[in-house]
């Protein structure tokens, strides 16, 4: 018994390590909601990082966070860092990209508990009066990162954040087009 296991652990570490290097090297995680509401009450909402606490699913998550801003109040340059609870680690996102109604591109720099640097979008699609919101995130899969995702589901339960921020989203937006 003892000389089968002596065998079978390392080879199932093995088939372990090879699984996770066959894992995809890049990944997009997205959700969409429809919102009544124009494009540009919606941009409004995400476009100012100092607006995030009303709807960010993170911010609930901790609410004793500590956050700091730099740079522009919204917009390129618009900066936020956060150092929370272990359910929201720490690092910073910068808009790298803000097209009013259409686009807001954000480099978002993980310091823990892990690091990576990954793009966050948002894309405002204007759909007769109202919008859809798409809220997606991409990167590089590093090494740990591909041996994660063969325990956790990463889309199911970074969307599923993204679907509860996106409905925040829409009631706000919605509440303020009515106005």
């Known amino acids: 018994m003892i000389k089968i296991l002596l065998i079978a652990i390392p080879v199932l570490i093995v088939v372990f390590l090879v699984a996770a ?3 995809p090297k890049e990944f997009r995680i997205a959700r969409s909601v429809t919102i009544a509401a124009p494009a540009a009450v919606v941009f409004d909402q995400i476009n100012d990082f100092h607006k995030w ?15 700091s801003f730099e740079g ?3 917009g390129v340059g618009a900066a936020f860092a956060w150092d929370g609870n272990s359910q929201v680690g720490a690092g910073k996102m910068t808009v790298t990209e803000s097209r009013p109604g259409e686009l807001l591109r954000i480099q978002m720099e993980f310091i823990k508990p892990f690091a990576a ?6 894309i ?13 995130m991409a990167g590089e899969n590093s090494f740990m990162a591909k041996a994660v995702t063969l325990i956790m589901n990463c889309d199911k ?13 829409k009631s706000l937006s919605e509440a303020a087009a009515k106005k």
């Open 72 to 74: 522009p109040a919204s």
């Open 124 to 136: 405002f699609k204007p759909q007769g009066t109202d919008t859809v919101l798409t809220w997606s």
């Open 157 to 169: 339960m970074v969307g599923g954040q993204y679907e509860k921020g996106l409905a925040e989203i």
């Open 53 to 67: 606490d009303k709807w960010s699913p993170w911010a609930k998550m901790d609410p004793d966070a500590k956050n």
């Open 117 to 122: 640097t990954h793009t966050v979008e948002f």
């Open 21 to 23: 290097a066959m894992q």
